[in-house]
């Protein structure tokens, strides 16, 4: 396996479901990040795992919650949501480095293909 | 805070004909920019990147953009469109984070259809 992978693909759960999506990245990367896709919508940053310190959204509902048990698995897990978080949820990893000052170079992220969600 | 423009949601040219994508940015610190291309079913994939130094920057699959500061544009071309770059295309501008990251910022993507 190479680059970065998310299972699973496609997925179709109710409102009272529990479910996870997985995402593994072979890169050797140091930082992770959950982002939502929504038709005619920029990107959405969710959730970011980046030298050990975990950055989110704010504006994510609790109902959504990330793990990051290491640098390369990160999982996204989902319970009780709604019609609405129907998107296409894409995982991505980088390489970052924490600087002294100054800007630290350009944050190029490997996305994986996605995991299509559909809430019924 | 930063933010991305880009004008069309969808644009479709001709097979060989110009393609010409428009992105224009705000940001408070010099921009990071960069064009990401994503495929049916795929993810997104980075088609190339401004940092600093030349204005013009070239990138995968013949594509390239320009930086222009005086107008806070950098849109994308390519000379000749072929039918496999049929795909959505996506700028985004990044700004530093205090964790030692820089966050990007996209926009809402354009469609582009090529006609045979």
């Known amino acids: 396996e190479t680059g970065v992978t998310q299972t699973p693909r496609h997925l179709v759960m109710g409102m009272t479901n529990k479910k996870s999506l997985k995402c593994e990245q072979h890169?050797?990367?140091?930082?992770m990040y959950w982002y939502k896709q929504s038709a005619k919508k920029p990107l959405e940053l969710m959730f970011v795992y980046s030298l050990e310190e975990r950055v989110e959204n704010n504006s994510v509902p609790s109902r959504f919650s990330p793990e990051c048990p290491n640098s390369s698995h990160l999982f996204l897990h989902l319970h009780t949501l709604q019609p609405e978080d129907s998107a296409l949820y894409l995982c991505?990893?980088?390489?970052?480095?924490?600087?002294?000052?100054?800007?630290?170079?350009?944050?190029?992220?490997?996305f994986g293909a996605g995991s299509r969600l559909t809430v019924l | 805070a930063q933010s991305v423009t880009q004008l069309g949601s969808h644009v479709s040219v001709s097979e060989g004909a110009l393609v010409l994508l428009r992105c224009n940015y705000s940001?408070?610190?010099?921009?990071?920019l960069f064009w990401y291309v994503q495929y049916p079913n795929q993810g997104l994939q980075l088609l190339l990147k401004y940092t600093t130094g030349a204005t013009l920057v070239k990138g995968i699959n013949g594509f390239e953009a320009e930086f222009k500061k005086s107008e806070t544009s950098f849109h994308l071309t390519k000379p000749s469109a072929h039918m496999s770059d049929a795909a959505e295309y996506f700028c985004?501008?990044?700004?530093?984070?205090?964790?030692?990251?820089?966050?990007?910022?996209f926009g809402t993507g354009t469609r582009l259809t090529i006609i045979p």
């Open positions: 890169l050797g990367h140091n930082a």
């Open positions: 985004a501008v990044s700004e530093p984070q205090s964790f030692g990251n820089e966050k990007l910022t």
């Open positions: 991505a990893s980088s390489q970052v480095y924490s600087g002294t000052g100054g800007r630290t170079g350009a944050n190029v992220l490997t």
């Open positions: 940001s408070s610190v010099p921009p990071y």
